[in-house]
């Protein structure tokens, strides 16, 4: 692999004895070399043929399974909020059984732990038992709240419609959930709101975990029409509604960075006329998502995505800051020399970042000479972590200095489709 990137000097065996081989910098697998009048002589001719050489590069793999192989989990505890680097904060209850006996935490695994309000904890397990889990605290950010802040106001619907819209939302960014009691909706809480409240509430929490967001958004009380009447007095109010003129796409572009934005979602039947005309009358826009109808389950996820990827701020979620030296909180694997992170703003499929920890390597080139091994062992972890992820051929990209806009070496592993080509590799 280094000889590949950087050129060499290759002994061949011929019919008169071995032969230096010139191999050119950045030689693929499948390119053929000739070296002149090193092969047979054909049966009717007198001058001897050429010797063809394929090239084939081997590109290094850690072995399967990978016991140095660490995926982070996330968990959430009140107890983070104060901790710093050094701290160790114990898991109880649901935390620590999820982290012992469902998902068996390693002995010094790589995790994350949140308080659920910002702050940020990169750690390690130490002692557990099936009730108490030990992290050691390796770093600590601390994220500020979104802007603009993105609340979904989200009818209650029949089944479990309401439930899946409220944890996609969460998944895809929004700060914070009101459940409307719709004059269409066909469940109706009235005398179950705080048991309603409480499984929307769990639903948030899982999810915010499963994503793993600095911020688990705020499930407010049941709101009823006069509620939202009154908000799109005070803020920016969009309503959904399938016959609007105005499109979210053309609003969305022209919202402010700050604030708060509240998206309302009706029903299964969709939203009253008089409800509709109450929102209007107070200030709300109506505005739709395009020609089609989609569900009251899936309506608010689309909208948010318009938001993130249309307004100012561009995402719901920032992207968390970096310590000088901290294990970033995205960190999905890691071997002896060097940790594979998960880019936060995906640019394909599967966006993967592999960093060797020692960082005083300008370049590619620079650490193959200097290193190969470690270059070997940054492109085996790289093709490892890559096929644990998707199931397609990926690329190997090496995207360093400030001329890329990159400020530490790194191997961009992107996932293709297709089956495991040794071809996609390029440098």
Known sequence: MPDAILGTTATIESLDGSVDLEVRTGVQSGDVLTIKGRGITPLRGSQRGDLKIGVHVVTPTLPRPLPALIVALHFVTDDATDARAGDVVTLTGAEAHHAAAVRRVRVDEVV????????????????????????????????????????????????????????????????????????????????????????????????????????????EGVARLADLVARAGETTVLV???????????????????????????????????????LRAAGARIVRLGDTILRTSTAG???????????????????????????PAEIVAETENAFAIRDIAPQAPVHLLVIPKTPQYRDVVELAAADPGLLAEVVALANSVAAEHADGDFRLVFNTGAGAGQTVFHVHAHVLAGGLNEKSLGG
């Open 240 to 278: 959904l509604e399938p016959s609007a003129d105005e499109r979210l796409t053309v609003v969305a572009s022209a919202l402010s960075g700050g604030g708060e934005v509240v998206l309302v979602v009706g029903p299964e039947g969709g939203i009253a006329p008089e409800e509709l005309d109450a």
């Open 301 to 327: 996820a689309a909208a948010l995505s318009v938001l993130s990827a249309r307004s100012s701020a561009g995402s719901a979620e920032p992207e968390r800051p970096r310590g000088r030296g901290e294990i």
């Open 112 to 219: 994350t732990l949140g308080d659920g309000r910002g702050v940020w904890l990169g750690g390690r397990r130490g002692l557990a038992s099936p009730k108490q889990v030990d992290v050691r605290v390796t770093g600590r950010a601390e994220v500020p709240e979104p802007a603009p802040r993105i609340v979904l106001v989200q009818a209650l619907a029949k089944g479990d419609r309401d439930e899946l819209a409220v944890q996609a939302a969460t998944e895809l960014g929004v700060d914070a959930i009101v459940p409307w009691q719709a004059a269409r909706s066909v469940s109706r809480w009235d005398a179950k709101a705080e048991k309603g409240l409480t499984r929307w509430r769990s639903i948030v929490r899982e999810a915010a975990k499963q994503a793993h967001r600095a911020w688990i958004p705020e499930v």
